[in-house]
C-alpha cells in the first residue's frame, strides 16, 4: 500500500463556492486530518483567514497560506515548497488544494504527477471543480448575458476559464441550486456530461456534499482513456475514414454519448479541402448561440501552418503550433513521417486535415456543416491555390506558437453609466 498522501484539487469560478466547501469538509472531517492550501487574488488573503474562522483552526496550525498570486502560475516554485514543507513537518491524511478563482487547475495537478519532490509524496485523488450554476448557465445562453461574465486577470474570457476547469474534473459541484429550477439544473447537468462526459455531477446548496465522496475516493487516472474531455472523446471515438463528419464510436464505463442526451449534441466535421480564411472567419466570429464548446485542427487556404482552434461560449481563439508535415522540405518531410509511422497521410494533400468538434445544446448538425462546407474553397480556388495566385486574406496566424483572437465577448453594459 502506498504511504503517499491523497491530494484534492479544488477549482471553480470566483464566487462559486469553493471556501465554503471547504469549510464544510473541514467542519464535517470526523477523524479525518485534513490540510489545507488556500490563496486569493487579492493583496491579502482573505480565504486562508475565512477558511481557519470556520474551522476553528489557527493560520499557522492547520492552513497554510501562500502569498498573493496564482499558484499554478507564478508561484509554482512556492506551493512545491509549501506541499513539501507540509509532508514533512505534519502529520495528515489528506491534502486539499484550492486553486484562485482564475487559474486553471491542470497545471496545480502536474506539480503532483510529474517528477518532482511533491510527485514523491502525494498522490492526486480528484479534481473537484465547482460552479455558480446560474452563472455558468449564463455563461452560454447567449443573450442576457449578466455583467458578471468578463475576462481573467490576463484578459482572457471567464467562459474559457470554466470550460477549462470543467474538461479536466472528476467532480462537478453545481452549486447554488436552489437558484435554478430543474430543467435548468437538468440542462447544467448536460452540458458538464457533453464537456466531461466521465465526470460524476453533484447538486449542491451551499456546497454541502458529503466529505467522503470527495476525500474517500481515487478518481484521478492521467493515463486513462476516461480522463479525456467531451472533445478528445469525440475525435477518438469518431471513424476516421472517408472525407465527411464520420460515425460515433461507442463509450465505455457505462457512460452516456452526449448525441444519447436530450438536448446536447456532439459531433465532429472532417474534411480533406482547405477553407477560404475569409469565409471561416466570419463563420467562427458568428457561431450559432447554441455551440458551447468547439476545438479542433482546421486546413486554411493559403497557410502552411495546422490552425488550432478553441472556442469556449462567446470566445474563439485560434492558435498556430507548428507547420503542416506536407509543408516542410522533403528530407524533413521524410524524417517526419518515417517517426511516425500512424500518421493518417493522404497521397495528395499529405496530413492537411480538418477535424472539428463541436458541442452545443440543441444545434442543427445539418446546417452547421452544410455553413462549414459553404467556407471551403472552390474548386476554381483550389486551382489558384496550385499556380499560385489564390489572393485572400485572413485572421488566421502563420508563425509557429503565434495566436489569433477570432472572437470575443462583448461586455454587457453597465447600469450606472
Given at each position: 500500500?502506498?504511504d503517499?498522501?491523497?491530494v484534492t484539487?479544488?477549482s471553480?469560478?470566483l464566487?462559486a463556492?469553493?471556501?465554503?466547501?471547504?469549510?464544510?469538509?473541514?467542519r464535517?472531517?470526523?477523524?479525518?486530518?485534513v490540510?489545507?492550501?488556500?490563496?486569493d487574488?487579492?493583496?491579502?488573503?482573505?480565504?486562508?483567514?475565512?477558511?481557519?474562522?470556520g474551522?476553528?483552526l489557527?493560520?499557522?496550525?492547520?492552513?497554510?497560506?501562500?502569498?498573493?498570486?496564482?499558484?499554478?502560475?507564478e508561484l509554482?516554485?512556492?506551493?512545491?515548497?509549501?506541499?513539501v514543507?507540509?509532508?514533512?513537518d505534519?502529520?495528515f491524511?489528506?491534502?486539499?488544494v484550492e486553486?484562485?478563482g482564475?487559474?486553471?487547475?491542470?497545471p496545480?495537478a502536474?506539480?503532483?504527477t510529474?517528477?518532482?519532490?511533491?510527485a514523491?509524496?502525494y498522490?492526486v485523488?480528484?479534481?473537484?471543480?465547482?460552479?455558480?450554476?446560474?452563472?455558468?448557465?449564463?455563461a452560454?445562453?447567449?443573450?442576457?448575458?449578466p455583467?458578471?461574465?468578463?475576462?481573467?486577470?490576463?484578459g482572457?474570457?471567464?467562459?474559457?476559464l470554466?470550460?477549462?476547469q470543467?474538461?479536466?474534473?472528476?467532480v462537478v459541484l453545481?452549486n447554488?441550486a436552489?437558484?435554478?429550477?430543474e430543467a435548468?439544473l437538468?440542462e447544467?447537468?448536460e452540458?458538464?456530461?457533453?464537456l466531461r462526459?466521465?465526470?460524476?455531477?453533484i447538486r449542491?446548496?451551499?456546497?454541502a456534499?458529503?466529505?467522503a465522496t470527495?476525500l474517500?475516493?481515487?478518481r484521478?487516472?492521467?493515463?486513462a482513456?476516461?480522463?479525456?474531455?467531451?472533445w478528445?472523446q469525440?475525435?477518438?471515438g469518431?471513424?476516421?475514414?472517408g472525407d465527411?463528419a464520420?460515425?460515433h464510436g461507442?463509450?465505455h464505463h457505462?457512460h452516456?454519448h452526449?448525441?444519447?442526451?436530450?438536448g446536447?449534441?456532439?459531433?465532429t466535421?472532417?474534411r480533406?479541402?482547405p477553407?477560404?480564411?475569409?469565409?471561416?472567419?466570419?463563420?467562427?466570429?458568428d457561431?450559432?448561440?447554441?455551440?458551447?464548446?468547439s476545438?479542433?485542427?482546421?486546413?486554411?487556404?493559403?497557410?502552411?501552418?495546422?490552425?488550432?482552434?478553441?472556442?469556449?461560449g462567446?470566445s474563439?481563439?485560434?492558435?498556430?503550433?507548428?507547420?503542416?508535415?506536407a509543408?516542410?522540405?522533403?528530407?524533413e518531410?521524410d524524417?517526419?513521417?518515417?517517426?511516425?509511422?500512424?500518421l493518417?497521410?493522404?497521397?495528395?494533400?499529405?496530413?492537411?486535415?480538418t477535424e472539428?468538434?463541436?458541442?452545443?445544446?440543441d444545434?442543427?448538425?445539418d446546417?452547421?456543416?452544410?455553413?462549414?462546407?459553404?467556407?471551403?474553397?472552390?474548386?476554381?480556388?483550389?486551382e489558384?491555390l496550385?499556380?499560385?495566385?489564390?489572393?485572400?486574406d485572413?485572421?488566421?496566424?502563420?508563425?509557429p506558437?503565434?495566436?489569433?483572437?477570432?472572437?470575443?465577448p462583448?461586455?454587457?453594459?453597465?447600469?450606472?453609466?
Amino acid at each position: 500500500m502506498s504511504d503517499a498522501i491523497p491530494v484534492t484539487i479544488l477549482s471553480g469560478n470566483l464566487g462559486a463556492g469553493k471556501t465554503t466547501l471547504l469549510n464544510h469538509l473541514l467542519r464535517e472531517a470526523g477523524d479525518r486530518d485534513v490540510a489545507v492550501l488556500v490563496n486569493d487574488m487579492g493583496d491579502v488573503n482573505v480565504d486562508a483567514d475565512l477558511v481557519a474562522d470556520g474551522s476553528e483552526l489557527d493560520v499557522d496550525d492547520g492552513v497554510t497560506e501562500l502569498s498573493n498570486g496564482c499558484i499554478c502560475c507564478e508561484l509554482q516554485d512556492d506551493l512545491e515548497t509549501a506541499v513539501v514543507r507540509l509532508a514533512r513537518d505534519r502529520s495528515f491524511d489528506h491534502l486539499i488544494v484550492e486553486s484562485s478563482g482564475i487559474s486553471e487547475p491542470a497545471p496545480v495537478a502536474r506539480l503532483f504527477t510529474a517528477e518532482s519532490r511533491a510527485a514523491a509524496l502525494y498522490d492526486v485523488s480528484s479534481l473537484v471543480t465547482v460552479l455558480d450554476t446560474r452563472l455558468f448557465l449564463d455563461a452560454f445562453a447567449g443573450d442576457g448575458t449578466p455583467e458578471r461574465r468578463g475576462t481573467d486577470a490576463d484578459g482572457r474570457p471567464l467562459s474559457d476559464l470554466l470550460v477549462d476547469q470543467i474538461e479536466v474534473s472528476n467532480v462537478v459541484l453545481l452549486n447554488k441550486a436552489d437558484l435554478c429550477s430543474e430543467a435548468e439544473l437538468a440542462e447544467a447537468e448536460e452540458l458538464v456530461l457533453a464537456l466531461r462526459p466521465d465526470a460524476e455531477t453533484i447538486r449542491t446548496e451551499f456546497s454541502a456534499v458529503d466529505p467522503a465522496t470527495l476525500l474517500d475516493v481515487d478518481r484521478f487516472d492521467p493515463g486513462a482513456v476516461n480522463e479525456m474531455p467531451g472533445w478528445k472523446q469525440a475525435l477518438e471515438g469518431d471513424d476516421h475514414g472517408g472525407d465527411g463528419a464520420g460515425a460515433h464510436g461507442d463509450h465505455h464505463h457505462g457512460h452516456r454519448h452526449p448525441d444519447e442526451v436530450y438536448g446536447v449534441t456532439s459531433f465532429t466535421y472532417r474534411r480533406r479541402r482547405p477553407f477560404h480564411p475569409e469565409r471561416l472567419a466570419a463563420f467562427l466570429r458568428d457561431l450559432p448561440d447554441g455551440v458551447v464548446r468547439s476545438k479542433g485542427t482546421l486546413w486554411v487556404a493559403g497557410n502552411d501552418h495546422r490552425q488550432v482552434v478553441g472556442q469556449a461560449g462567446p470566445s474563439v481563439r485560434v492558435e498556430a503550433p507548428s507547420p503542416w508535415i506536407a509543408s516542410l522540405p522533403e528530407v524533413e518531410r521524410d524524417m517526419y513521417r518515417s517517426n511516425r509511422p500512424d500518421l493518417d497521410w493522404h497521397d495528395e494533400h499529405g496530413d492537411r486535415l480538418t477535424e472539428y468538434v463541436v458541442i452545443g445544446t440543441d444545434v442543427d448538425r445539418d446546417a452547421i456543416e452544410a455553413a462549414l462546407d459553404d467556407c471551403l474553397v472552390t474548386d476554381a480556388e483550389f486551382e489558384a491555390l496550385d499556380d499560385g495566385s489564390f489572393d485572400a486574406d485572413g485572421p488566421f496566424p502563420n508563425e509557429p506558437g503565434a495566436e489569433a483572437v477570432i472572437r470575443e465577448p462583448t461586455p454587457a453594459p453597465n447600469p450606472g453609466e
